[in-house]
């Protein structure tokens, strides 16, 4: 399993601790801390593989620190590549049910997701330590029954909050473009490379994994100089403007405005 951190470290305990509650254990678990050395510490104290990344000063590289955690998981022998976020816990079936979904062979070649659930704030005592009681799926994407796993055709969906890959379909697909920094656009950038690639998606029922709470806005004003830099590299590439809410919602508040040729900027003062 591969993680990406930077921050979050209470949330990283709870990810781990999941992990050792799991019906089935990682092989290997690749963390990858980005500029935080505590991250790195609690990460070798449980056992981790600990790769540090330079986050630079214009955004944390997650992408190429996804890159870098598969990279070493290739080099001890990983033949599937689980990632989930740091502020993921880990269902007791996560890795059962994509291990089951990437050993059958019509969905080995695939791009593997597991239906998410956000938690509310953790009460006094935490969340409990079974959450599968807790589930209730993102509302948008599939979440097929235990077990199910079924086709997937709109690759807009795809999120890099948890997935997983052979290593030969990573290898097929690339890995993420290192260009992406800081927030937004490096997941949808994977899946249109995936797509591109003839890589089929699908939606592996009970991979659960269940997001913690953390403070957000909507929209996430705090990264719009990061959303405009992402949407900007992700247009060249693609030629269609992502995270088309987002937008919407930045230039309905007036942070925001359109070039002649349709290119998001901050609006001129």
Do not use: K
Not at 74 to 92: E, W, Y
């Amino acid at each position: 399993m591969i993680t990406t951190a930077h921050g979050r470290h209470a949330h990283l305990r709870r990810q781990l601790a999941g992990l050792r509650g799991g019906t089935r254990r990682a092989d290997l678990h690749v963390l990858v801390a980005v500029d935080d050395p505590d991250v790195a510490a609690i990460g070798a104290a449980a056992g981790a593989e600990v790769v540090t990344c330079d986050g630079g000063t214009d955004g944390l590289p997650i992408g190429a620190a996804r890159n870098a955690g598969a990279r070493t998981a290739l080099d001890r022998d990983a033949d599937l590549l689980v990632f989930l976020d740091v502020d993921c816990i880990p269902g007791v079936q996560l890795l059962d049910r994509y291990t089951a979904a990437a050993a059958t062979p019509e969905h080995r070649d695939a791009l593997l997701c597991g239906p998410v659930t956000y938690l509310p704030p953790p009460g006094p005592a935490g969340y409990p330590a079974t959450l599968e009681s807790l589930v209730d799926s993102h509302p948008v994407r599939p979440a097929p029954g235990d077990g199910v796993v079924v086709d997937g055709s709109d690759y807009t969906l795809f999120w890099s909050l948890s997935f997983a890959v052979s290593a030969a379909t990573w290898q097929r697909i690339g890995g993420f473009h290192p260009e992406y920094r800081g927030y937004g656009a490096e997941d949808t950038d994977f899946a249109q490379t995936a797509w591109a690639a003839g890589v089929p998606l699908r939606w592996v029922g009970g991979a659960h994994a269940f997001h913690q709470h953390h403070p957000v806005s909507d929209p996430p004003v705090e990264h719009l100089d990061d959303i405009l830099r992402n949407a900007a590299v992700f247009h060249r590439r693609w030629g269609w403007w992502p995270m088309p809410g987002w937008l919407t919602a930045f230039e309905e508040l007036g942070l925001i405005e359109r070039a002649s040729d349709g290119r998001p900027r901050r609006r001129s003062t």
